[in-house]
């Protein structure tokens, strides 16, 4: 069973910076996650989830238009681990972020699309 754990998620203040570390876990095989895309989400308080950036199995990369710039989305196949480097925080990108994965090369930022989740780790950007 796939299974993906967040952690790196704290309280900081605006304009400095947090690390976003997901790994996972429990797949068979050794395909998985390198030939997986994967994503960070995100939903704060009364909104509804989001996506926040996207890296496909080359290496590609998307992000929604409030974090580019400040937001940087990478991935360690060998230690199957997902990062997301958040430089700038601000007070909007206060929210429990999730990490997701989908059994493909490419994906978009639509829940839809992925296969996998975990559970969140809860950031809080004070001002």
């Known amino acids: 069973q796939v299974q993906l754990v967040e952690s790196g998620g704290g309280s900081v203040q605006a304009g400095g910076s947090l690390r976003l570390s997901c790994v996972a876990s429990?797949?068979?095989?050794?395909?998985?996650?390198?030939?997986?895309?994967m994503a960070w989400f995100r939903q704060a308080a009364g909104k509804e989830r989001e996506g926040v950036a996207v890296?496909?199995?080359?290496?590609?990369?998307r992000y929604v238009d409030s974090v580019k710039g400040r937001f940087t989305i990478s991935r360690d196949n060998a230690k199957s681990t997902l990062y997301l480097q958040m430089n700038s925080p601000n007070s909007e990108d206060t929210a429990m972020y999730y990490c997701?994965?989908?059994?493909?090369?490419?994906?978009?930022?639509?829940?839809?699309?992925?296969?996998?989740w975990g559970k969140g780790t809860l950031v809080t950007i004070s001002s």
């Open positions: 890296i496909n199995v080359d290496g590609s990369t």
């Open positions: 997701a994965a989908a059994r493909t090369y490419y994906c978009s930022m639509r829940e839809n699309d992925m296969h996998y």
């Open positions: 429990g797949y068979i095989g050794s395909r998985f996650p390198s030939t997986w895309c």
